[in-house]
């Protein structure tokens, strides 16, 4: 059985850094592509950042603040974000579509909380 599991969330002061991390594991195939999405109170879920096949993209709101990267030997996508926002407040989630004998699939994990605040 496929399963995401992020970690790295928490409390930051504005300005400050974090690092998520997500680890895929199950499944026979491959996961790709890796992203991360989050979704503030009372807003959609919005894409953040994707890899796939050596490219990244980002929302324009990260850009030159968040950067995406991958491990694909592990199963790991990681988010390292840097001079947080306020507005950077939201559940980080990690998506992946898994690729396999069974199909092709997309998954989400649980979502970790990043709340930026002094």
């Known amino acids: 059985q496929v399963q995401l599991v992020e970690s790295g969330g928490g409390l930051v002061q504005p300005g400050g850094s974090l690092r998520l991390s997500c680890a895929a594991s199950?499944?026979?195939?491959?996961?790709?592509?890796m992203a991360w999405y989050r979704q503030a109170p009372g807003k959609q879920r919005e894409l953040v950042a994707r890899a796939t096949s050596g490219t990244t993209d980002y929302a324009d709101s990260v850009k030159g603040r968040f950067t995406i990267s991958r491990d694909n030997a592990k199963n790991m996508v990681y988010l390292q974000m840097t001079s947080l926002k306020p507005e950077d407040t939201a559940v980080y989630y990690c998506?992946?579509?898994?690729?396999?004998?069974?199909?092709?699939?997309?998954?989400w994990g649980q979502g970790t909380q990043v709340t930026v605040s002094s």
């Open positions: 998506n992946a579509r898994h690729t396999g004998w069974g199909g092709s699939w997309e998954y």
């Open positions: 199950g499944g026979t195939g491959s996961f790709d592509p």
